[in-house]
Every structure is written in structure tokens, then in C-alpha cells.
T-cell receptor
Framework: EDQVTQSPEALRLQEGESSSLNCSYTVSGLRGLFWYRQDPGKGPEFLFTLYSAGEEKEKERLKATLTKKESFLHITAPKPEDSATYLCAVRSGNNAGNMLTFGGGTRLMVKP | NAGVTQTPKFQVLKTGQSMTLQCAQDMNHNSMYWYRQDPGMGLRLIYYSASEGTTDKGEVPNGYNVSRLNKREFSLRLESAAPSQTSVYFC????????????FGPGTRLTVT
């Protein structure tokens, strides 16, 4: 059974204070690790897909990295508009329907 | 290009009532999904449709039924609503192949009293 654990559950940062969010996973044959951003009252918004250990992807102040057991979402010099819940999900090789298993999310709050 | 749309946005039901949540996508995706999101539980898959004409159970299918009406539309039905079905429901779609990322609708907030 695929499992995804995100930590911390909540993170408070001051504007400009860089940090990282963690996503640990157990999966049978990783076929993709996905990061999403979710604003209150809205649906998740796709950010990145990572496929193999060592891969990195960047978008503005966000950089996602992947190892064989976990992924990190690094936030450099965050701004208040980066406040959101960040979700991590995995797709494994043992499902035919492209199903994703999601973690519980990290709620990020950036104060000015 | 609206992406994934869901109706209604909000709904209040009494225990035992039935309703259908509607979902449509205009991205020509083959696969569609229904999730529920509860505090502390994350997103859990209810049902999915890998392609038009097929549907399969996800992690939490009990109490729900689905219909893949055509390639664009995928509906979720609650036949006899229960308070445990109070949740936010999201529809998503994805292509087969490529990056496989799923694109989500805005959600339906359902309360069962």
C-alpha cells in the first residue's frame, strides 16, 4: 500500500525567511511525485512532477527535489502570497488507473 | 477554456436525501476522478474513470455511485446521504500518458444534517 507523509503539518514563516517542506513516501515503483498548491476554498493547483532521484524543478521562489525516500519543497525568501496548503502525491507502478495517493498537506503561513 | 467545472458549489442535505454532483472538463482528457477532502484525512479517492465507458472503485467508494456520461462528464451520486458524507468533493481529470498530472475543479462543499 502506497503511503505519503508530509511534515510539518503547519509552518509559520516571516516574509523572507526561507524553509523547506518534507514529503516522505513509501511506494511500489515510483511513477511520479507531484506537488500541488491549494488556496482556501479552492481546488489543488498543479505545481511540479518529479520522476527520479536527483531530479529538481523550480518555479519562482519554489524548488522541488527528490530522493529515493522523500521530496522537499524549498521556499526561498517567501512572500505573504505564498501562504497556502502544499500537497504532495505519488503515482505508483502498481495501479493501472493513474491513481494518486496524497499526503495530508502542509499549511504554510507567511507573515509580512 | 474553463478546465474542470463542478456544480453545485454548496449543498445542504438532510439524512436520507439523494443528490448528484456534476463534473465536466474541456481539456479532452481521458481519465476523470472523484475525491473527498476532510480535515486531517487529506484527499481520498472515491471513484475514477480511466477512460470513457469504464469506472472503478477508489479508496472510499461506499455510499457513492458514479456515471461516466461521455468523455467530458463524470457525475457522483449519493443515493441516501449520511452525516459521515459531509465533506468537500473535488473532481479531477488527467490525460493518459505525458506527465499524468491531474487538474482539479473548484470543489463542492456538502453538508449532511
Amino acid at each position: 500500500e502506497d503511503q505519503v507523509t508530509q511534515s510539518p503539518e503547519a509552518l509559520r514563516l516571516q516574509e523572507g525567511e526561507s524553509s523547506s517542506l518534507n514529503c516522505s513516501y513509501t511506494v511500489s515503483g515510483l511513477r511520479g511525485l507531484f506537488w500541488y498548491r491549494q488556496d482556501p476554498g479552492k481546488g489543488p493547483e498543479f505545481l511540479f512532477t518529479l520522476y527520479s532521484a536527483g531530479e529538481e524543478k523550480e518555479k519562482e521562489r519554489l524548488k522541488a527535489t527528490l530522493t529515493k525516500k522523500e521530496s522537499f519543497l524549498h521556499i526561498t525568501a517567501p512572500k505573504p502570497e505564498d501562504s497556502a496548503t502544499y500537497l504532495c502525491a505519488v503515482r505508483s507502478g502498481n495501479n493501472a488507473g493513474n491513481m494518486l495517493t496524497f499526503g495530508g498537506g502542509t499549511r504554510l503561513m507567511v507573515k509580512p | 477554456n474553463a478546465g474542470v467545472t463542478q456544480t453545485p458549489k454548496f449543498q445542504v442535505l438532510k439524512t436520507g436525501q439523494s443528490m448528484t454532483l456534476q463534473c465536466a472538463q474541456d481539456m479532452n482528457h481521458n481519465s476523470m476522478y472523484w475525491y473527498r477532502q476532510d480535515p486531517g484525512m487529506g484527499l481520498r479517492l472515491i471513484y475514477y474513470s480511466a477512460s470513457e465507458g469504464t469506472t472503478d472503485k477508489g479508496e472510499v467508494p461506499n455510499g457513492y455511485n458514479v456515471s461516466r456520461l461521455n468523455k467530458r462528464e463524470f457525475s457522483l451520486r449519493l443515493e441516501s446521504a449520511a452525516p459521515s458524507q459531509t465533506s468537500v468533493y473535488f473532481c479531477a481529470s488527467s490525460e493518459i500518458g505525458g506527465n499524468y498530472e491531474q487538474y482539479f475543479g473548484p470543489g463542492t462543499r456538502l453538508t449532511v444534517t
